[in-house]
């Protein structure tokens, strides 16, 4: 397989991609679809493109689900002690 040809597979498999991630957060916020595509393991780019917005909204939601989520364990530690 030529350099031309791998390049043609990997246009096409990211085009899949897109696409299956649009299809799996069809229906979710922005929020909630970015939180999902970073869990599947998406990079940030990848991610902006499916949810048409920019790279940088998309580090910004991370981070607050995941400043969220520590607090809440914080919280649920406090509780269960």
Known sequence: MN??????LERKI????????ARCVEGKTTT?????????GLD??????ICDT???TVSVRLSEAKRKSQ??????ARRDA
């Open 3 to 8: 350099a031309h040809e791998v390049a043609r």
């Open 14 to 21: 990211d085009v899949l991609i897109r696409l299956l991630g």
């Open 32 to 40: 909630d679809a970015i939180q999902m595509l970073g869990r599947l």
């Open 44 to 49: 940030r780019p990848e991610i902006a493109t």
């Open 54 to 56: 920019t790279p940088n």
């Open 71 to 76: 607090s809440s364990r914080r919280a649920n």
